[in-house]
């Protein structure tokens, strides 16, 4: 594997991760939400 190959794997990991971490942070916003709208 080159180093352009290398690089090019991490610039895509690092894109999932953001976008993984972008749909959790809605999942548990909308969790947190729903559950302050039931106990309000």
């Known amino acids: ?3 352009d190959e ?3 794997e991490l610039r ?3 894109a999932t991760w953001q ?8 999942l548990v916003g ?5 559950a302050m709208a039931i106990t309000a």
Do not use: C, E, K
């Open 6 to 8: 290398l690089n090019r």
């Open 30 to 34: 909308t969790l947190v939400l729903s």
């Open 1 to 3: 594997m080159t180093r």
């Open 12 to 14: 895509m990991h690092s």
């Open 19 to 26: 976008s993984v971490v972008l749909v959790y942070g809605l």
